[in-house]
């Protein structure tokens, strides 16, 4: 079976100079000013940065026949491609980082250490202790010999990010820049504002550095799942658009929805943040045809990846506490500690999850298949949709047949404002039949990981100390206080609700 | 200074060997025939195919095609069926500038330099250029040319609209490159100086049919064309030294078209060509059943398993097929006139030699007088007239001039393209 990305053409390739052989403002405006572009073959003509010698040339060259990608382990890949990664010092990208580096790409990255900051705001930290970025690059070259171009610097700092762009001038760009925390976005103003300014404002303001710098480039940006919300309809959460045969009936008529952004139902001031930003990256794919991913991430868990893994020096942050210790994580944690396992609400709530060494997966089958000039797509990143109340179950029956631990779990009052009891279907068929990506990591796999790295003693110390965060202070009314406990209970005394997810990837 | 032997390089694109003489015994050409006498005018044979690119490529290296790799204005990309426009970048060879790079230069509109690199000195591509930024070096020279109003080429679309626009435009292009050459001519103290008028092509393409109709409305701006031209050699011959060489040449000859042969179309009648059906056809359309095609103007490629995405052509099928191929195009004849149309089949191996010559068309057609020979695709007939193409290129008709007593000793019987530098080097003295 040919690799998925084989048949993608120059008009996939950031290799491929568009800008200055075609006209973009004529597409769909002047058919005569098309023509008058065109050759006399009546043929688009291109330029290849990396292939100057080719001169002009019809954009038609597959990926297979191109000589500057070669076949790899998850697809072809562009010889020495090189990506950039904003905010590398994070959860993921780091993963990434070295990911990248490891399979050849040329990695450079940019981080302002926020995320290190904002927990240590919180009183928290990352209880798989990782080194300060100097001895991570070290420990990168040392233990894997990669080497990776990092610089210091905020997002918002365009001065500095302008020229470090026309440096490496990247050809995907992963976009981690962003503060990833509902809980953190609802603390207060100033922190609502933080959120916002730095997501929102960071993100539009590298928008139009790209489209200065490098227009070629493929934005792959996260986004949430978290951005659709839950509609109680049940309406399938779509792949950021409609498909062309969603239909909108009213008053006896009929249209059709394909190709409109999906309605969008944020839960935080974070998660607008993520709803504002598909927008501008919407219209800055529309007007200066720039190419962009948008990623509806899951719910992210785990600790493993083969990078991660070689050596401690080369771990990954793993954060437990309220704001930013995602749900599986924290149970695991909250497990160890003996700490009954602390569901929001109903916790009937249903999401979608995928493990970090997963969600690597997908975001290199990604870079290597880049969007044509001017397409703004959107993938869900799910593996698959758990009820928290069945992902507690799950960990709390490893935790206890497997590690011999007496977990129990707990309803807390809810401190967000959310559906607590709703149906959930996903679509999520893009990353397996388009990008050809197969789940390696079950949850119960994953969270065996977990429980094997966290239960080191030096690890189990460094949750000791911090347990105190876990248990949610911030609500979103603005209060600070602790959330009531309503139940505790063993895992497998409880009936649960009807509604199951479904997960649509056909 | 003037004991500097400095070099003079004039092209002068598509000007055809019997046409010069023509203009000098009828008096056009004045400053010409004056030189004549001074010097060797030769009938000058370019590669095949006769095409600037392929030509102006072994002007400027002294090597054929089988090593400079340039086999036409297109080519296509290997292991793909994707056409591409190769340029100066593709060059496999050293041009002069490469290999003398102290040597201070101005090369001005030498068609197949873009993107312009850079030089000890001042170079302004010519044709093809599709932007101006990448095509003058010094990058300040560009403003000076832009005051000028300097263009590359005439706007050939202009044709299409009114004959008389296009030849206005092909005037004000001339005039505006005349002022720039002989200004940069002194400002610069330079080893070598080379101008190419391109204008001359173009009129050969578009009015070459007025040459036999004297009342023309056109045929007086013809003449006053290569008037124009005239005046530039004598120009620079009144402008140059005792010591200097002085060298003018063309890429290939031109001749009117009787009619344009569609040979893909030939080809697919016949069997060896077959495309799968789509709105735009291009060589992507090539299906596995193809066993040739053709790139323009008439090079014949063999659909070799090991070269193309649809190839099953191996080498044991080669030379049966390029027999058959041969004995088709030698059938090939003009249904008006019942006169046969291909004057020559040719092999690679014939004419090339060098290590680029896996990339060289395995066939090459050279036609009689008036068969414009199309590599086109998709055309239903084998045979058509346009109503604005009137020229098409002689390949055996291209001329070099070179000036002094010495240059008949230096110029061999019968000049190549890839002559002249080694006859530069002659004329140097070394």
């Not at chain 1, 048949?7 to 006209?23: H, I, Q």
């Not at chain 2, 197949?112 to 070096?137: A, D, H, L, R, W």
């Not at chain 2, 036999?212 to 007086?220: G, L, P, Q, R, V």
């Not at chain 2, 103007?297 to 390029?322: C, F, M, W």
């Amino acid at each position: 079976m040919k690799p998925h990305n084989a048949e993608k053409t120059c008009w996939n390739c950031p290799a491929a100079l568009f800008k200055g052989n075609v006209d973009f403002r004529a597409c769909g405006q002047s058919q005569e000013e098309i023509k008058a572009k065109l050759g006399e073959e009546g043929q688009i003509m291109i330029e290849c940065a990396r292939r100057p010698e080719l001169g002009y040339f019809e954009p038609t060259i597959t990926f297979e026949q191109c000589t500057e990608w070669e076949k790899g382990e998850y697809g072809y890949q562009l010889k020495d491609m090189r990506v950039m990664i904003l905010g590398m010092d994070g959860y993921l990208g780091w993963a990434l980082a070295l990911k990248l580096a490891k399979l050849g790409f040329r990695v450079s990255g940019i981080d302002n250490y926020t995320r290190r900051d904002t927990v240590m705001e919180k009183g928290a930290h990352t209880i798989v202790p990782i080194e300060k970025m100097t001895d991570r690059l070290h420990a990168a070259q040392d233990v894997l010999g990669l080497h990776i171009n990092f610089r210091r610097m905020d997002i918002r700092e365009r001065d500095k990010l302008g020229p470090f762009l026309e440096e490496e001038k990247p050809e995907a760009i992963v976009h981690y820049g962003e503060i990833p925390s509902a809980p953190y976005s609802m603390v207060d103003v100033d922190h609502a504002l933080a959120v916002q300014d730095n997501n929102t404002l960071g993100t539009l303001g590298l928008l139009w550095l790209i489209k200065d710098i490098v227009p070629e480039t493929s934005l792959i940006k996260l986004g949430t799942m978290g951005e659709y919300g839950a509609p109680l309809t049940g309406r399938p959460l779509f792949e950021g658009m409609f498909p062309s045969d969603a239909i909108l009936k009213w008053r006896g008529k009929e249209w059709s929805l394909g190709g409109e952004i999906t309605p969008r139902d944020p839960v935080s001031f974070y998660h607008v943040s993520k709803v504002q930003d598909t927008f501008n990256v919407y219209e800055a794919c529309k007007y200066w045809w720039l190419r962009s991913y948008d990623i509806q991430q899951g719910v992210i868990y785990g600790v493993h990846t083969d990078e991660t893994a070689a050596d401690p020096r080369l771990r990954t942050r793993f954060d437990i506490d309220e704001w930013f210790g995602t749900v599986v994580n924290r149970f695991v944690a909250q497990a160890i500690m003996g700490i009954p396992l602390s569901i929001y609400g109903a916790g009937e709530q249903i999401k979608g999850f995928i493990a970090l060494e997963d969600a690597m997966e997908c975001m290199v089958r990604l870079i290597v298949s880049p969007p044509e000039p001017g397409q703004y797509d959107v993938v869900n990143q799910v593996s698959g949709l758990y009820k928290l109340n069945d992902a507690a179950e799950t960990i709390a029956s490893v935790a206890n047949e497997k590690y011999n631990l007496d977990t129990k779990i707990q309803r807390v009052s809810n401190p967000r404002v959310e559906t607590e009891i709703h149906p959930f279907e996903t679509v999520s068929r893009k990353l397996p039949n388009e990008f050809k990506f197969k789940q390696r990591v079950s949850l119960e796999k994953e969270i065996d990981r977990i429980f094997k790295l966290l239960t080191q003693p030096h690890i189990k110390k460094r949750i000791a100390e911090k347990a105190h965060t876990i248990l949610p202070k911030t609500h979103w009314t603005g209060e600070k206080k602790d959330a009531d406990i309503i139940e505790t209970y063993k895992p497998g005394s409880k009936t649960y609700g009807e509604y199951q997810g479904i997960l649509d990837l056909e | 200074m003037a004991d500097k032997k400095r070099i003079i390089l004039v092209g002068i694109d598509g000007a055809p060997f019997t046409l010069l003489r023509d203009f000098i015994a009828s008096g056009v050409m004045p400053n010409l025939q004056k030189l004549e006498s001074q010097g060797t005018l030769s009938r000058m044979a370019a590669p095949l195919p006769d095409n600037s690119a392929v030509s102006w490529s072994s002007i400027m290296t002294g090597k054929n095609p089988g090593e400079h790799g340039i086999f036409g204005f297109t080519d296509i990309i290997p292991n793909t069926y994707t056409m591409h426009f190769p340029n100066f970048l593709s060059i496999q060879a050293e041009t002069f500038w490469q290999r003398e790079p102290d040597k201070k230069y101005v090369i001005i509109n030498l068609p197949f330099t873009y993107p312009v690199q850079t030089i000890n000195g001042y170079m302004v591509s010519g044709f093809v250029s599709p932007n101006m930024e990448k095509s003058v070096y010094p990058e300040q020279f560009l403003d000076y040319l832009k005051k000028n109003d300097y263009q590359i080429d005439a706007d050939t679309r202009k044709i299409y609209q009114s004959k008389q626009m296009f030849l206005n435009s092909l005037f004000q292009v001339h005039k505006n490159r005349v002022q720039v050459y002989r200004t940069i001519w002194d400002e610069v103290d330079w080893d070598v100086f080379m101008i190419v008028f391109t204008g001359t092509d173009r009129l050969g393409h578009y009015f070459q049919d007025v040459l036999e109709k004297k009342e023309s409305e056109y045929y007086d701006s013809y003449l006053e064309y290569y008037r124009k031209i005239d005046e530039e050699i004598g120009w620079i011959t009144d402008q140059k030294n005792d010591n200097d060489i002085l060298m003018m040449m063309s890429d290939h000859g031109m001749e009117r078209i009787t009619a344009e042969v569609h040979l893909n179309t030939y080809l697919e009648q016949n069997g060896f060509l077959d495309l799968s059906k789509s709105e735009r056809i291009n060589y992507n359309n090539i299906t596995n059943t193809t066993k040739a095609f053709v790139l323009e103007p008439a090079r014949i490629h063999l659909n070799y398993a090991s070269q193309y995405p649809n190839g099953k052509v191996t080498k044991e099928d080669r030379e049966p097929i390029i027999r058959d191929l041969t004995d088709l195009f030698q059938d090939l004849s003009y249904p008006d006139s019942n006169e046969t149309i291909i004057a020559e089949v040719v092999r690679k191996e014939e004419i090339y030699s060098g290590d680029q010559m896996e990339h060289a068309p395995d066939l090459l057609l050279v036609s009689h007088k008036g068969f414009s020979l199309r590599g086109t695709l998709g055309k239903r007939e084998i045979f058509s007239q346009s109503d604005t193409i009137k020229g098409m290129h002689r390949g055996d008709d291209a001329f070099l001039y070179v000036h002094g007593s010495n240059a008949a000793s230096a110029v061999p019987e019968n000049p190549k393209t890839e002559d002249i530098l080694p006859i530069v080097n002659t004329m140097k003295g070394e």
